[in-house]
């Protein structure tokens, strides 16, 4: 089992950037796949990124390409999501989740454990 705890979120303005953080309880944090998803007020919640278990292999939603940077430490049981030239349409909550020994993925259901998410409002 393992417990995650966001942070970094906040209020921006458009084109700035914003780095969030994800912390991870428990000794095992190396063997689970991680995963960044966003919920914007009356939307599903949608794929942002994902890192495989030794953070070899790093993917990125088609929209946020080239702005967003998924990046994990096992030494320190956190991940990272850099977000640069932000806009308002990024606005949402924005939340770490686990996929415990499994392989990354796009779909939700896929992971098990989640945190309470983080605010990101970009303004413009």
């Known amino acids: 089992q393992v417990q995650l705890v966001e942070s970094g979120g906040g209020l921006v303005q458009a084109g700035g950037s914003l780095r969030l953080s994800c912390a991870a309880s428990?000794?095992?944090?190396?063997?689970?796949?991680m995963g960044w998803f966003r919920q914007a007020p009356g939307k599903e919640r949608e794929f942002v990124a994902a890192?495989?278990?030794?953070?070899?292999?790093?993917y990125n939603a088609d929209s946020v390409k080239g702005r967003f940077t998924i990046s994990r430490d096992n030494a320190k049981n956190t991940i990272d999501l850099q977000m640069n030239s932000l806009k308002p349409v990024h606005t949402a909550v924005y939340y770490c989740?686990?996929?415990?020994?499994?392989?990354?993925?796009?779909?939700?259901?896929?992971?098990?454990?989640w945190g309470q998410g983080t605010q990101v409002t970009v303004s413009s």
């Open positions: 989740a686990a996929n415990f020994l499994g392989p990354w993925s796009e779909n939700p259901s896929a992971y098990v454990y």
């Open positions: 890192i495989t278990m030794s953070g070899i292999k790093k």
């Open positions: 428990g000794r095992t944090f190396k063997n689970y796949a």
